[in-house]
Nanobody
Framework: HVQLVESGGDSVQAGGSLRLACTMS????????MAWFRQAPGKDREAVAS????????HYADSVAGRFSISQDNTKDTTYLDMNNLKPEDSAMYYC?????????????????WGQGTQVTVS
């Protein structure tokens, strides 16, 4: 079965940068898209960024556009989220997801398979 493992979360000061990584294994077919979501305590889960496989189309939430960048390695097994100019409101548990395309959604990718999350804290 598909496994997603996130890494790279840390505690940083405002204005700092982090790179999150999500490594996917155990798949027998590739998902249509990969996405990052986040959830802060007491808040709803928020879609952050996604990348549509094959066409390399990228989508970002308004709150992170221009500061975050999603990318993949050459094998497409690892998806990255580069986060720059971090703000305290970016503090959350960040989750990687593999899913299907749905252009009705903010970042056009719904989550079907999920990782366990990696914590980002910005102070």
């Amino acid at each position: 079965h598909v496994q997603l493992v996130e890494s790279g979360g840390d505690s940083v000061q405002a204005g700092g940068s982090l790179r999150l990584a999500c490594t996917m294994s155990g798949y027998t077919w590739r998902s249509d898209c990969m996405a990052w979501f986040r959830q802060a305590p007491g808040k709803d889960r928020e879609a952050v960024a996604s990348i549509i496989e094959g066409i390399d189309s990228k989508h970002y939430a308004d709150s992170v556009a221009g500061r975050f960048s999603i990318s993949q390695d050459n094998t497409k097994d690892t998806t990255y989220l580069d986060m720059n100019n971090l703000k305290p409101e970016d503090s959350a548990m960040y989750y990687c997801a593999a899913g299907g395309i749905d252009y009705r959604l903010p970042t056009a990718c719904n989550g079907v398979n999920w990782g366990q999350g990696t914590q980002v804290t910005v102070s």
